[in-house]
């Protein structure tokens, strides 16, 4: 090619040096001869010319938005759903997200730094990565430490594009303590929550909130927390002033509570509203159907006495159990409402009608009775087992003062008149309903040390009559646990040496140093540990669930 080009510019010189001479001899006549002699060389460029490769096209415009575009799908993509109200120094839960309307994969920033002025976010960024038409959200929480109304920007951001949205909401002060609260009885239509906004402040920490029932003083919820843990929530309809400052100072005692026999309190505080947020469980011993069997009746409340017995080891005594407050988990029996009937009596108005069915007589007559302690606790036990064994509280009747003069005065009609089965529980039943505190069991280990006798009894009975391998397991487990629970090592120590023969590989070695355990501390004479029985619980929960490995 450029020795062509060279021979070209030869020709183009020789050319133009005839023309231009034929152009001085023959003047016009010469220009047009000379057009001739060039006529070939014109001809052959603009062949060349055309023969030449296509300059590049341009490169298509990539199927991208144009700038103004993307900040438009930025702008209408953001999702932003705060609760209508913050409080003060409260965290609240905004739900945040995107939605990719446009034509392709976007990846989108979403900046808080600006709400940083106004309290704490986290996290400050979000970051979504969205295929087209996708959408996505998350939650931030904010905890706003200026009251006020709230204008801030977030800013939306993909690749070089930026947006701002401003946003705005209200930032009340607290409700302060004893400020009435009121709850919109409303709040239930047709199993949709159409709550209050100080209700929503709340609720907005939570996924999946469903009302569960009610009860005379509050509602209780199911939730999802943000860590995924289902929760159960209890809000009362309303507090007066004193019941709210006797609401704080309960649940901090409950809230000292751990013990596998007791519901678990989480979180409790009286803003937005007074909550309590605990343990969820899937049943109550009201849910039961009743009559129960003796045998069940003792084995759970053994267990509620195992809960009972830590909590009167703190000088914690209860005061209201009742079957709606005995909550299962599991089949495992959990107390639940610590120190809420101060707070129910407290706000109780005077037009609610208020039963003592499970009242104990010195929670009736002070005077005459005397002040209530842990054998009140006991009575309410007993209450509690009577209607378990017959269906019917053992102290009927129209109002108050006559169910009140019944609990006061009179015997109940014997528990084994009712249900026939229910007689062998009848006389530790008659004993926990003693009028006089100094006639019932003195403590909770007492009444065990009865139910363990009676309990034991009937398994012992069961495995001496059992041929089947995996029941006798199941009764030798239960009687070590009883004995355990008791805290009495030789007897544990009798049926964790039956329960080896129904084991092998590593449950029974696992059973072999529960027992060498039990075996120094019957030797040196020592208390048997919680660590111990749980290790216990465990071997025997496997065993019974037929894990012999
Ligand atoms: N932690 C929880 N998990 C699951 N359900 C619960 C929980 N706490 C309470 N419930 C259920 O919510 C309902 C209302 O309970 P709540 O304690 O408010 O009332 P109650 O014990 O029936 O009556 P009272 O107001 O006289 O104590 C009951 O059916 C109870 O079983
Ligand atoms: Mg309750």
């Not at 001479?21 to 055309?50: C, Q, V």
């Not at 008149?417 to 006389?427: G, V, Y």
Request: glycine share 6%; net charge positive.
């Amino acid at each position: 090619m450029p020795k062509r080009r060279h021979d070209m510019t030869g020709d183009f010189i020789r050319r133009l040096f005839i023309s231009l001479f034929l152009i001085y001899l023959l003047k016009s006549f010469g220009i047009l001869i000379a057009l001739f002699i060039f006529m070939p060389l014109i001809i052959e460029l603009l062949r060349e010319f055309e023969s030449k490769p296509a300059p590049p096209a341009p490169r298509p415009i990539p199927p991208d938005l144009p700038r103004q575009d993307i900040r438009e799908v930025l702008r209408r993509g953001l999702i932003f759903d705060p609760p209508t109200e913050f409080y003060l120094n409260t965290e609240s839960r905004i739900k945040v997200g995107f939605k990719n309307t446009s034509s392709k994969r976007l990846v989108v920033n979403i900046l808080f730094d600006d709400l940083e002025r106004y309290g704490e976010i986290s996290p400050n960024r979000l970051r979504f990565s969205l295929k087209e038409g996708e959408a996505r959200y998350t939650f931030v929480k904010f905890v706003p430490r200026k009251a006020g109304r709230i204008k801030a920007e977030i800013k939306a951001k993909s690749s070089i594009f930026l947006v701002r949205i401003p946003v705005e909401f209200k930032v009340l002060e607290p409700l302060r303590e004893g400020v009435e609260v009121v709850v919109s009885e409303s709040e239930v239509e047709k199993g949709k929550i159409n709550v209050t906004s100080s209700l929503k402040a709340l609720f907005s920490r939570y996924e999946e909130v469903e009302p569960i029932g009610e009860g005379g003083f509050a509602r209780v919820y199911k939730a999802r927390r943000n860590d995924g843990k289902i929760v159960a929530l209890k809000i009362p309809y309303h507090l007066t002033e004193q019941a709210g400052k006797i609401f704080l100072r309960e649940v901090s005692v409950w809230s000292q509570l751990r013990h596998k026999n007791i519901v678990e309190l989480y979180d409790a505080n009286i803003v937005p509203v007074p909550y309590i947020e605990m343990e969820f469980c899937g049943g109550s011993l009201a849910k039961l159907s009743k009559p129960l069997h003796w045998e069940k009746i003792a084995k759970l409340i053994f267990e509620v006495c195992e809960g009972l017995k830590y909590a009167h080891s703190k000088d914690i005594i209860h005061r209201d159990l009742k079957p709606s407050n005995i909550l299962l988990k599991d089949d495992v029996p959990k107390i639940s409402d610590w120190g809420l009937s101060k707070v129910v009596t407290e706000s109780r108005s005077t037009t609610t009608s208020f039963t003592p069915l499970y009242a104990a007589p010195e929670q009736i007559s002070r005077s005459r009775f005397g002040q209530t302690d842990e054998r009140t606790d006991i009575w309410q036990l007993g209450v509690l087992m009577y209607e378990l064994a017959t269906g019917r509280v053992p102290f009927e009747g129209e109002d108050f003062v006559e169910i009140a003069g019944k609990i006061t005065m009179e015997k109940p009609v014997s528990a084994s008149a009712i249900n026939p089965d229910a007689k062998p529980l009848e006389p530790i039943i008659m004993k926990c309903l003693a009028k006089r505190k100094e006639e019932r069991y003195q403590s909770v280990k007492e009444l065990q040390r009865d139910l363990a006798e009676l309990l034991g009894g009937r398994y012992r009975q069961e495995l001496g009559r059992s041929v089947d391998f995996s029941r006798s397991a199941y009764y030798a487990g239960q009687l070590l646990l009883l004995y355990l629970r008791l805290g009495d090592a030789k007897e544990a120590y009798k049926y964790a040496l039956d329960l080896r023969r129904y084991t092998r590989g590593k449950i029974q070695r696992e059973l072999e140093e529960l027992i060498e355990g039990l075996e120094i501390r019957i030797n040196e004479g020592l208390p048997v540990p919680k660590e111990l029985v749980e290790k216990a619980e465990i071997i025997v929960h496997k065993v019974s669930s037929g894990f012999i490995e």
